[in-house]
């Protein structure tokens, strides 16, 4: 049985389920959910997109960062309905569809942003998220920025040169046009 | 989570243990206040960060009630020598405005220094003080200000910030927003260096008579903020003696103030300390 064909809970003539619709990685999506389903639990078991970790399950670690209306959210704190109307990226829609990999993707890759890669996804996010506020971050910036993240493995210099690499693949003609 | 509140141990987080609610979504203040007097046990949700934490560590409600929509609690404007904030007001649409920068730069810096980005796009002020965690920040950055809070039901009630723990929890409606008088203000300046062991925001206002009256607002992990307070007969704050009004402030700390991670004596050494820099900082540069 799915989440959305679960039945629907109530109180008296209250409905505890809410009706969503919204944009994910460029494709519409509909679902009735309870009320208390956070966005990590709806994008993860009911969309598919497992590339939203979760883990602190407190707002801290970083590692659930989706992107809502270009705006990083930590998943994990968020509820569904919140996202009902909006456009949400997640890290499964930063590549072209033909596998490009987007600029930071290839920027983490090159410059070694992660080791075991379970916070890269939301670290990517973030990436993207700042990229867009500021094409051209100073170190500093990007340290703020990053510093909402949690990387046990790398000590964050590589995460640092990673997102400096990023910028600069954006300023250059990229297959995948990300970050613009 | 429920499980944990039922005394079952250290159990594997689940997420589908979070207990469904009710759920309104309206879209105007008088349809929210409608919706409140309806639901007197309606718990209000803002940017949420805060609720689904309280609800993880076993809170459940049962009506909530979310403003996501009500508009016209994301205003900030400035009138008449008076800053007004509304409660839907995000820390980074706050700390960003154009009106908290041109009028009070160093609320804007205290609110921009809080948190991380990431929460800063998705915490309230509304959610940040209405949460009454001792450990939040808004409730010392506007304590230190006299900032007002003002709550809609079928009345308006208007409140002190620093009254925030004076009180049960319940609410006397939904809070629309903070002012903060900016006429008298002097200057204004947050310290969290030291944080969490202690933190103060000290503001600095001319009295009508006359004098100056220095403000300072302790905050800490695990205890509530303490209002400081110091008029001295002096016309500018150059005239102040950093240190000696330091140690005043921190003289009225009392012992409720200290905890296991630093005990009162330690804490009003931080106080006179941070406090002493805010004023030489104030003396300095006299701005707001």
């Known amino acids: 049985m799915t989440p959305d064909a679960q039945d629907s809970p109530s109180v008296g003539d209250e409905k505890l389920t809410v009706d969503l619709e919204f944009d994910l990685n460029g494709s519409p999506e509909r679902h009735s959910v309870p009320t208390s389903t956070t966005v990590l639990d709806l994008l993860r078991n009911n969309c598919g997109k497992r590339g939203v970790r979760g883990s602190c399950e407190r707002s801290v670690c970083g590692a659930c960062t989706v992107l809502i209306d270009d705006v990083p959210v930590a998943a994990c704190s968020t509820f569904a309905f919140e996202i009902d109307g909006t456009r949400v990226e997640t890290v499964e829609g930063l590549a072209a569809k033909d596998g490009t990999l987007s600029a930071q993707q290839q920027a983490f890759r090159e410059c070694g942003g992660f080791q075991c890669g379970f916070c890269t996804s939301g670290m990517l996010m973030m990436t993207t998220a700042l990229l867009r506020e500021n094409p051209e971050p100073d170190r500093e910036e990007i340290r703020e920025w990053i510093s909402s993240n949690t990387c046990r493995c790398t000590g964050y210099e590589m995460i640092l040169e990673s997102v400096e690499r990023a910028a600069q693949l954006g300023r250059t003609p990229q297959a995948n046009g990300e970050p613009q | ?288």
């Not at chain 2, 808004?138 to 308006?156: E, K, R, T």
Request: hydrophobic share 40%; charged share 15%.
């Open chain 2, 1 to 288: 989570m429920r499980g944990q509140k039922l005394g079952a141990g250290l159990i594997a987080q689940n997420q589908s243990a979070l207990p469904p609610f009710i759920l309104y979504r309206p879209t105007s203040l008088p349809e929210a206040v409608d919706l409140n007097e309806q639901h007197p046990e309606a718990v209000m949700a803002a940017g949420c960060s805060d609720l689904v934490a309280q609800i993880r560590e076993g809170y459940e409600p049962e009506v909530v009630i979310s403003l996501q929509h009500v508009n016209e609690l994301r205003s900030i404007s400035h009138e008449d020598g008076v800053l007004s904030i509304g409660s839907m007001v995000t820390h980074h649409a706050g700390s960003t405005s154009p009106d908290i920068r041109a009028f009070m730069p160093a609320l804007a810096t205290a609110w921009g220094s809080i948190a991380t980005v990431r929460i800063r796009y998705r915490g309230t002020l509304g959610g940040n003080l209405m949460a009454r965690r001792f450990r939040y920040e808004l409730p010392v950055i506007l304590s230190a200000l006299n900032g007002q809070m003002h709550f809609q039901a079928s009345d308006v009630t208007t409140l002190p910030v620093s009254s925030l723990w004076d009180r049960d929890a319940r609410s006397p409606g939904i809070l629309t927003g903070v002012t903060v008088e900016t006429g008298s203000l002097l200057w204004y300046g947050y310290e969290r260096s030291m944080r969490p062991v202690s933190t103060v925001a000290l503001a600095v206002r001319r009295q009508a008579g006359a004098g100056i009256t220095v403000t300072a607002v302790c905050g800490s992990e695990y205890r509530q903020p303490f209002v400081l307070s110091h008029t001295a007969a002096a016309t500018a704050i150059s005239d102040l003696d950093p240190v000696a009004v330091g140690a005043v402030l921190a003289s009225q700390l009392p012992d409720a103030a200290g905890d296991f991670t630093g005990t009162a004596e330690y804490r009003r050494h931080l106080v006179g300390v941070l406090s002493s820099r805010l004023l030489a900082r104030a003396a300095g540069y006299q701005q707001k």
